[in-house]
């Protein structure tokens, strides 16, 4: 899959605004991956396409990670926010025919993290949450965070949303936690 093919392919799934957001995380992606030294046709790769299943009915992803014998049940039980992760992971590797590894697990985990995150991992995640759109409270600090540690940036990002999914009383999946901790120990 080249990337003109893989923009041609989202664009179809995602209304206009989420495909604009798509396009700066592209950006910010990018500009991660420089930063940090990340192989950038893999980290633009897995940006392009990682909210590719965000439209799915909910019960569809729900079939699609059930039917995924590498993907944990567990994605179910959290909420619907967290299902479009899983599930268009393993929707770009059956309708697009995406095999690299790592654009499939940095698609899996761009809205939860999780513990022992790689580079490309990290980088999707993070340029999601602070791409140029976002307003989200304490976003400035994330952002000059991400400037100068790819992990201070990702640990801010983590505690942000762990603190407003506990404020609503919502589920954390566990893997929220897990990168949290291990983040917090590494900058300590
Ligand atoms: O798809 P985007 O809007 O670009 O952003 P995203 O993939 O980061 O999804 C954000 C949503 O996911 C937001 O509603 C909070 C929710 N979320 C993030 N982490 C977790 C979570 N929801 C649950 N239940 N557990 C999490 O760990
Ligand atoms: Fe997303
Ligand atoms: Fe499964
Ligand atoms: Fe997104």
Redesign the pocket.
Known sequence: MNEQRAFEAVKKQLKPA?YE?TLR?VETAEELAGKYHARLEKVRLAAIL??YA?YRPASEMKDVIRSADWLSDEWCS??E??L??PAGAALVRSELGITDEDVIRAIVY???GRAGMTLIEKIVFLA??IEPGRKSPGIESVRQAADDSLDRGCLLALAN??G??TSKK????P??FHAYNELVKLTM
């Open positions: 989420r957001h995380v990682h909210d965000k959290y909420g926010a967290i479009h992760a761009h809205t939860t999601d949450y949303t762990i407003f999914l919502q589920p954390v999946f893997d929220t």
